[in-house]
């Protein structure tokens, strides 16, 4: 896919930002192009090959019109996981991997559930904390809000899911 100057993008691993500009570096082969990505709430500049984004796993953020299915997502039934602390891990660590902003809004959802039911491990509460802080980044870079007021909006859609099902 071919990003323009002023995309929202998210960088699996580094979260969600904006290609900033788009660089040109001369190498022995010739010229090579670079997504310039700013990466706002690391602090980060990237500069990731024009012809290796896809394999980056680089993507378009997702769009407003996703918002309230990714609310959804955070309000919707949970799915059990498992009690193997290992066989948990795994699976929550594929879906941190994806970047993606549904299976992130899964796993805040799963893993909330689970402390409240169980406990997490330190590794789980670190997959909590980087499911969910990736998930606030991208929801406020598309929504215009701070990353701050999207994780409370993360936090009150769980705990009013939460209670009206247990409650």
Do not use: C
């Not at 323009?4 to 969600?16: E, F, I, L, N, T």
């Not at 090959?49 to 949970?78: H, I, N, Y």
Request: no cysteine.
């Amino acid at each position: 896919m071919q990003y323009s100057v002023g995309d929202k993008v998210v960088h699996p691993r580094h979260g969600p930002g904006w290609v900033a500009g788009i660089e040109h570096r001369a190498i022995l082969a010739g010229t090579k192009g670079y997504y310039v990505i700013e990466i706002p709430a690391q602090g980060l500049t990237l500069r990731i090959p024009v012809g290796r984004a896809d394999e980056v796993g680089m993507r378009l953020a997702m769009s407003q019109a996703r918002f309230p299915r990714v609310l959804s997502m955070l309000g919707g039934t949970p799915h059990p996981l498992p009690e193997d602390y290992r066989e948990r891990q795994e699976r929550v660590g594929a879906q941190l991997k994806t970047g993606r902003v549904m299976q992130l809004a899964r796993l805040v959802r799963d893993l909330t559930w689970h402390r409240k039911q169980s406990h997490l491990t330190r590794v789980d509460s670190e997959y909590l904390k980087q499911g969910r802080d990736l998930l606030a980044a991208e929801m406020s870079l598309v929504s215009g809000d701070t990353v701050l007021d999207t994780g409370r909006l993360i936090d009150s859609t769980m705990a009013a899911a939460m209670a009206n099902r247990l409650g």
